[in-house]
């Protein structure tokens, strides 16, 4: 069973930057497409970040976050990063870690919680002065 570990979360002004990491643990050969998603409120649908196949580390980026947020993971792998920089209030919110053992199609999928498998329990970030 695959189980994802998010750390790093934390309390940052405006402007300011954090490092998420995400620890995977148990089989790392099942695990294809790794993701971050982000929810502001309970009961509000998990906003797409960003995400990397962890073979060949082609990556995708939501439109809000390209140029200031970067993913990235350890090679040999079991740990993967979320760079944030430039943080706004607006970003605050529980940010969680995903996984799946299926290589997602940037140009078509990879983007919605549904299409993955294995989530952590998340990590709080909060962007206020």
């Known amino acids: 069973q695959v189980q994802l570990v998010e750390s790093g979360g934390e309390l940052v002004q405006p402007g300011g930057s954090l490092r998420l990491s995400c620890n995977v643990l148990?089989?790392?050969?099942?695990?294809?497409?790794m993701a971050w998603f982000r929810q502001a409120a309970p009961g509000e649908e998990r906003e797409f970040v960003a995400?990397?196949?962890?073979?060949?580390?082609?990556?995708r980026y939501a439109e809000s976050v390209k140029g200031r947020f970067a993913i990235s993971r350890d090679n040999p792998w079991n740990t993967m990063y979320l760079q944030m920089d430039n943080l706004k209030p607006e970003e605050t919110a529980i940010y969680y870690c995903a996984a799946d053992s299926a290589r997602k199609e940037f140009d078509v999928e990879g983007t919605t919680p549904r299409e993955y498998e294995w989530w952590g329990q998340g990590t709080q970030v909060t962007v206020s002065s």
């Open positions: 995400a990397i196949r962890v073979r060949g580390g082609r990556k």
């Open positions: 148990g089989p790392l050969d099942r695990v294809f497409t």
